[in-house]
């Protein structure tokens, strides 16, 4: 299994602020990605986090908005830029493991914004 | 494009009695399939999956699911439903079935399981 730690949990933020979500792994991954949850919604991929090169959008979503780093092999960011209200969601990340043919995912980030 | 269809956002069922939730997908390759389950506030927790080995897939806490190409189902039951079992349950099916991204997933609505005394 793996080990995914999220930061932070939550957090209620005003718009028009951008927030910044950390992701770490207990262990070397090559594959990362970045979801979204909206209230009583399904998860959605944002983004494929790609280490070494820019991340890889989803239809409909933007570097602008959700600009996400991978700096190495265990750790990602994904901030959500000038939020509004419509931005109020779980944005979870997740790692790939091939070994174990399965992805596995964090605890998730529950955003609010007012 | 992949996609996911779950059959009823929300499933009620008595302590006890069988668990059955479906999930029907299209894909244009042989599909890698997964059921998650969420627990209020927490995050996803894999239940079982299927990666074109055996078409009938055991997971944990007793549930299993068939993967059954003709009718592109892949339903999961349990024969005898927990109050522990009370949850969201997400079928997601990989984004590629040649094994090159197990985390690339598309969810389906998800399902809502409720277990009455």
């Known amino acids: 299994s793996a080990v995914i730690s999220q930061k932070p949990s939550r957090d209620i933020c005003q718009r028009g602020t951008s927030l910044t979500i950390q992701c770490q792994v207990d262990?070397?991954?090559?594959?990362m990605f970045w979801y979204r949850q909206q209230p009583g919604q399904s998860l959605t991929l944002i983004a494929t986090a790609n280490q070494g090169s820019e991340a890889t959008y989803e239809s409909g979503f933007v570097i602008d908005k959700f600009p996400i780093s991978r700096p190495n092999l265990t750790f990602s960011t994904l901030t959500v830029s000038n939020m509004s209200p419509e931005d109020s969601s779980i944005y979870l990340c997740?790692?790939?493991?091939?070994?174990?043919?399965?992805?596995?995912f964090g605890q998730g980030t529950r955003l609010t914004v007012v | 494009a992949q996609s996911v269809t779950q059959l009823g956002s929300h499933v009620s069922v008595s302590e006890g009695a069988l668990v059955l939730l479906r999930c029907n997908y299209s894909s244009s390759v042989p599909p890698y399939l997964f059921w998650y389950v969420q627990y209020p506030n927490q995050g996803l927790q894999l239940l079982l999956k299927y990666t074109s080995a055996a078409t009938l897939v055991k997971g944990i806490n007793g549930f299993e699911a068939e993967f059954k190409k003709s009718e592109t189902s892949f339903h999961l039951t349990k024969p005898s439903a927990h109050m522990s079992d009370a949850a969201e349950y997400f079928c997601a099916v990989s984004d590629q079935g040649g094994g090159t991204s197990y985390g690339k997933l598309t969810f389906g609505q998800g399902t809502i399981l409720t277990v009455h005394p």
């Open positions: 262990s070397q991954v090559t594959m």
């Open positions: 997740s790692v790939e493991r091939r070994v174990s043919t399965e992805a596995f």
